[in-house]
């Protein structure tokens, strides 16, 4: 199975699901596709769509799935990243209405400079090519800091 996920604001990214769906017509994506899509309206005879999901149905899409396809958001991706999952991602583009301003082009930029998610252009054109190639990538394995990030904040707090 391959999991979509759009977040849960309230823009639109249906480019993404167009592309998903004519991946899957032209067999690039042979698995069953569940896409979690928010406020988009969008239907589709090939993928199942979900407006949104619980937190336990969320991650265990996310656990089942073979890979996942998700927007630039941190959030998506990260939890992605946590169960060691490949992530093709997506930026939304503010000339499309897709979110407010071009943020998710830094996000996109800056977690494929760690080389832990396979990342797509601004125009989605190549998805199929890198849907063909999944297996073939080879991404680092994604570390949280967290841990210590909170140890290192708790220190801060203690010493005032």
């Known amino acids: 199975m391959v999991f979509v996920t759009l977040g849960t604001q309230n823009f639109n990214f249906s480019r993404l699901l ?3 769906e004519k991946a899957v017509e032209n ?22 769509c979900v407006p949104f999901l619980d937190k336990e149905t ?11 396809i998700s ?12 169960l060691e999952k490949k992530i093709i991602v ?5 000339k499309y209405g897709e979110h407010i301003d071009d943020h998710q082009l ?3 930029d800056a977690f494929s400079k760690m080389n832990l ?11 199929e090519d890198k849907l063909v190639k999944i ?4 991404l680092n394995t994604f570390r949280s800091n967290t841990k210590k990030f909170n140890l290192h904040l708790i220190d801060l707090i203690n010493d005032l």
């Open 90 to 94: 997506a930026p939304r583009l503010s």
């Open 117 to 127: 998610i396979i990342p797509l252009n601004k125009d989605l054109d190549d998805l």
């Open 27 to 48: 067999n690039a994506i042979e698995d069953e596709v569940i896409a979690q899509i928010g406020n988009n309206k969008f239907e589709s005879q090939l993928i199942k």
């Open 58 to 68: 969320f991650v265990q899409y996310m656990q089942e799935a073979r890979f996942v």
């Open 135 to 138: 297996d073939e990538y080879k």
């Open 106 to 108: 830094e996000i996109l």
């Open 18 to 20: 167009q592309a998903v």
């Open 71 to 82: 927007h630039a958001g941190t959030g998506s991706i990260i939890s992605a990243l946590k």
